[in-house]
């Protein structure tokens, strides 16, 4: 089975390392991409087939990513449609491309749309699939994307949602990091350290929420001692408002989404 790609930066870069990191064959992965540049640094870093030639990517892909910029549907749609065989799955990562605007630009039915985000290179990332009306989601598809990252069969009116929460959370969850990683340094430890500690945090209490089923709150509670250290820092990061920080910070994120998909 060939999983192609039309586009291979950001989005479809790291879905690219992620499938490979998740021993899918190199031989099995190509893409298609604009400049000569990156097509010479994909195959020399990544080792994967890479083509300055959209058409032959879609003729030649079982499954095909479209991973360009929104405003590059149009064009892409018109060069590559029919080159795709009838068989092939279409599965766009555009951030505001309905499902009816990839069943109308690529005239299938075969046309799913997903919100990944950036960490799937890591096999630890967010795919939230947009259900299909009178269709399920093929157990292909699913057991492919299931190999680098959580999925959620989502609907369609909840994609802003996703987008805002799964797709641009990493910006706000690097910053976190960093600040957490700046505490670090005030305090004495090296940079280094300090963004390893703090990512390490992140990942270790991210486990912690999924794997005891908890509500975070109850995990919280559970390391704040009455009087003690921990609950003065919490009293803090109230009085600071991170928590209502963060969730307009989230929402900004969401109405721009609403906004881009007008
Ligand atoms: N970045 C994210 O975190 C994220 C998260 C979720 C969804 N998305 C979605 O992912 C999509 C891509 O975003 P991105 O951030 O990955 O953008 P990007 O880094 O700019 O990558 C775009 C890719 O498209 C290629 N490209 C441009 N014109 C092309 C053409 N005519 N034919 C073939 N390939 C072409 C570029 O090739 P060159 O490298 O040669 O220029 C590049 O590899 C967007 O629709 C976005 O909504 C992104």
Redesign the pocket.
């Known amino acids: 089975m060939k999983i192609g790609f ?8 790291a879905l690219i390392e992620g499938f490979i990191k998740a021993e899918i064959d190199k031989k099995n992965i190509i893409a ?4 000569k ?3 010479e640094s994909l195959e020399k870093n990544i080792g994967i087939k890479v083509y300055n030639d ?1 058409k032959k990517v879609a003729g030649e892909s079982d499954i095909l990513f479209i ?4 405003y ?1 549907f149009e ?2 749609s018109k060069e590559i449609k029919h080159n795709i065989k009838k068989e092939t799955t279409i599965i766009s ?5 309905t499902n009816n605007d990839l069943i109308k630009l690529f005239e299938t039915e075969k046309a799913i749309r997903i ?4 960490p799937v290179k890591t096999c630890n990332g967010f795919i939230a699939i947009v259900e299909k009306e009178n269709q399920n989601i093929e157990k292909e598809i699913l057991d492919l994307l299931s190999k680098v990252g959580m999925v959620k069969i989502i609907s369609e009116n909840l994609i802003h949602s996703y ?1 805002a929460i799964a ?1 641009c959370s ?1 910006a706000f969850l690097y910053i976190l990091i960093e600040a957490m990683s700046d505490a670090g340094v005030i305090m004495g430890i090296d940079r280094k350290t300090s963004i390893e500690t703090a990512a390490q945090l992140f990942k270790s209490v991210g486990a912690m929420v999924l794997e005891s089923k908890k509500h975070p709150a109850e995990l919280k509670d559970a390391v704040c001692t009455p009087a003690g250290i921990t609950i003065k820092g919490v009293e803090k990061l109230e009085e600071n408002a991170l928590r209502s920080g963060l969730i307009e910070t989230i929402l900004a994120s969401y109405n721009k989404s609403i906004e881009s998909e007008k």
């Open positions: 039309i586009g291979a930066g950001s989005m479809g870069g298609s991409v604009k400049t540049e990156k097509k959209n991973a360009v910029k929104p590059m064009d892409i990562v555009a951030a505001s491309i919100m990944p985000n950036t987008t797709g990493p």
